[in-house]
């Protein structure tokens, strides 16, 4: 196998593994998965099948739905002991819930993506469902991935534009123009704000968590129903957002 080839094996693996761990608990189907990856069906078969043979993955004899395997989870034990700040955030994202009624999250960043890692549900009935543990959005979609794209140095921001086409999967409203003015708008606020543009009815605000070198590595975040995101409110949950923020970044960059 020359490099090149063992290279694109590896990344649509990888890419699997991925959009399996972006499914919700029930796990995802083949053909699913290979939509997710843009690979032909009997191409993600094949490598979900080998994946699952070194534990990587599981499948439902069943259902015949793919999830994350047992190895993953020996793996990803190891490598929490170095990223894995959930432990640290918990209290933060459990007040958050508790003080907006709002369901709270922490997302991470990784490379252009988001992933939701701690997720928290407050007390008000009616949720967006929006975010889940696992999903992944690309930079600027989402609070999430806005708020630490608006606080990445401007070059950042250009090569970020330079390599991404939002609006081919997520909609006009998704431009880099349209982008780059919600990015003007939370570098003014300090806090990121989607006016449902994900899910018709569900808000979002979200605020950049800095690691200990000063760049936007997390980011917590609040989600719920239209109704409950008035001006006023925005603006109170925003502040709120941005203090505890500030609390888990002053926390991360003196731990250890």
């Known amino acids: 196998m020359s490099s090149a080839s063992g290279n694109q094996v590896i990344d649509r693996a990888a890419a699997l593994l991925r ?26 078969h094949r490598l979900l099948t080998a994946l699952a043979q070194q534990g990587m993955v599981d499948r439902d004899s069943t259902s015949g739905m793919w999830s994350l395997g047992p190895e993953l989870y020996l793996l990803g034990a190891g490598a929490a002991q170095r990223y894995d700040i959930t432990a640290a955030a918990s209290d933060i994202v459990e007040r958050l819930a508790r003080d907006t009624g709002e369901s709270a999250f922490l997302s991470a960043r990784r490379g252009d993506e988001t992933v939701c890692v701690l997720s928290r549900e407050g007390s008000f009935p009616l949720r967006s469902h929006v975010l889940y543990v696992g999903i992944r959005f690309p930079l600027g979609v989402a609070t999430a991935g806005l708020a630490i794209l608006s606080h990445l140095p401007d070059r950042e921001v250009n090569e970020y534009f330079s390599r991404s086409a939002l609006e081919s999967y997520w909609g006009d409203e998704h431009s880099e123009n349209e982008v780059r003015r919600r990015i ?73």
């Open 19 to 44: 959009a399996v761990a972006a499914t919700e608990t029930g796990g995802a189907t083949t053909s699913e998965l290979a939509r997710a990856t843009d690979l032909a069906r009997p191409t993600a």
């Open 184 to 256: 003007a708008r939370t570098r003014r606020d300090g806090y990121a704000t989607n006016p449902a543009l994900l899910v018709e009815g569900s808000w979002g605000l979200g605020a950049a968590v800095f690691d200990r070198a000063g760049r936007p590595a997390w980011a917590l975040s609040v989600t719920g129903v239209q109704t409950r995101f008035g001006r006023d409110r925005r603006a109170m949950m925003g502040e709120l957002l941005l203090d505890q923020a500030q609390a888990l970044s002053v926390r991360l960059q003196n731990r250890g």
